[in-house]
């Protein structure tokens, strides 16, 4: 079986990689099959990735439609993870046009050229919900995006369902809550603070959270987020229905929780690190968010959120510092 | 003001043409204009539309992008009625993906690029619900298309959302129930035979339904939605808020009460004329359809639904018929 991961230096996409590797075999409708090959498609360079003979790694851009034509011609799974992350897409709307509306198209049309209807597994995100919102959002609540990427992340979905209709792929959209705890520097992503506060006072910077302590969270781990994007591909066509977006679970806290959390882990230095800013982009961007999803679909399809916002911080210590928080 | 309308050989296209030449001006929300230019594209060559020095007839495909940057260099009003119907999408994806995706999303960034900020009024359609239905669709009915010209315009209606919160048009989306009585002959819309069992039989033609009369329909008629394009100019960006699309008002009722209100208008003879043979391409199409629409928001917008079907029969052979039915 050939993998092909867009995005796939992303901190996801690295991670996905190394537990597929890990893995050594992927589950899916068809039974369980060994990986032969793991193509990362990224326009920087994936590190953190074993070397391996299965691995490929490809600098490029997952909009290039030649590119993803010929990366995607014997792929039997794509992940596609590649985007323009919410602020960037807000700030530069032909950018977001480009990766995440055009690319998103062309890698569905490569994946129909091939005739093999390849299973086609994308990140969505909760940027799809905007405007009033009821207590719970899931796949019944009507979207109205408030951001452009929200916007691609919704047409993205739509495109999924109907080439997933149509026979050209197998798709699934996974919904992402804020994931966390994101490794290496704060990005663009408008959610980049809620990895910022716990990762920075950590490894014993100082970080200025751009929303106020009150503000409220919905996350999931890396390592849930690795086991969803595994297991939505065995789901089979039957369990999912009419649509194939999936909104992944999350825990509802809010960042002064975090902080509580922090300090469990990291002690009271790792909290004093911590100073409170807000950015009026940011702030206006994150509190159109929703903060609780429904958990009728994706739990009897098979996905869990975590327990406790303490458990996801050791994890990370545990995964990206060697076990190490700063004195 | 200059407007252009794309699909401006349509049956709607032409009449809404008709009309504003008629009016000789339209409101907007910086005041009455008067209407010194209408361009009416189309592949097919617009008949029925007066001699008038204000009228420009261009043949063209509405999703060559170059064309469309040329018409609407100095437009101030875009009316987008130009779409590949549903039966015809959904049998040549390719041909619906190029007109009703790539054809919007060409004549959006035409729009943006003039730098004005030009009104945008697209047509929608109900084939934009799908799945399991609540008892009446509206604005805030989560959406699964279940066909891709459904899918086409939701992603339609998403990219006015977001090009009008960016401020590069100012657009609004009439979601259409089915148009009735559409002149002319039988398309491959999967609704032409809503209008097809009164136009035939009125004009002294044999018709075979392709769907049973206990079929629920929700009609619209052409003079109500040419009013409803109309009065979408006057509308406010405040009077929308945060969305742009609008349910149309609809009346329900049954196949078999059209053809109660076909025997008022026509007599016995015109429903003589009527068999029923359902195919199973358009019953599958036409049983995902809504026939309930909300009137939560597009009452207080001042949208307004037909009273009854006998009128809107008796107002199709005034229209169209120069008065005169079939004996």
Redesign the interface.
């Known amino acids: 079986m050939h993998i092909l991961i867009t995005g796939g230096a992303g901190f996801i996409g690295v991670r996905l990689a190394r537990r597929l590797l890990a893995d050594n075999h992927l589950t899916t409708v068809t039974g369980r099959h060994p990986i032969t090959r793991l193509t990362l498609l990224d326009q920087a360079a994936a590190t953190g990735v074993p070397e391996d003979p299965r691995v490929r790694i490809v600098a490029g851009n997952a909009a290039d439609p030649d590119l993803v034509a010929s990366l995607v011609a014997d792929a039997d799974v794509v992940y596609h993870l590649a985007a323009v992350v919410s602020v960037a897409a807000e700030r530069d709307?032909d950018l977001g046009m480009s990766v995440n509306l055009h690319g998103t198209l062309a890698l569905l049309e490569a994946c129909r050229k091939t005739g093999r209807k390849p299973l086609f597994i994308k990140a969505s995100s909760a940027a799809v919900y905007?405007?009033?919102l009821p207590a719970e959002c899931g796949?019944?609540?009507?979207?109205?995006?408030?951001t452009?990427y929200g916007?691609q992340k919704?047409?993205g979905e739509?495109?999924v369902?109907?080439f997933s209709?149509?026979g050209f792929v197998d798709g699934r959209c996974l919904r992402l809550p804020t994931i966390v705890v994101r490794p290496g520097a704060p990005n663009m992503a408008a959610s980049s603070f809620a990895s910022s506060l716990v990762r920075e006072p950590l490894m014993g910077k100082p970080f200025v959270c751009p929303v106020p302590p009150e503000t409220p969270v919905c996350l999931l781990s890396v390592r849930r987020v690795v086991d969803s994007f595994v297991h939505a591909a065995s789901l089979t066509p039957k369990d999912l229905g009419?649509?194939r977006a999936i909104q992944l679970p999350g825990l509802t806290m809010t960042v002064a929780d975090m902080v509580g959390a922090l300090a469990e882990v990291g002690g009271k230095a790792a909290v004093t690190r911590l100073t409170f800013s807000p950015n009026a982009e940011i702030v206006a961007i994150v509190k159109g968010w929703p903060v609780r999803f429904s958990t009728k679909r994706s739990g009897p399809l098979g996905f869990r959120a975590d327990t406790n916002a303490r458990q996801i911080i050791a994890d990370f210590v545990a995964d990206e510092l060697d076990g190490e928080v700063a004195p």
């Open positions: 709307f905007g405007g009033p796949e019944e609540t009507a979207l109205f995006p408030q452009s916007m919704v047409v739509y495109l369902d109907d209709r149509k009419q649509s």
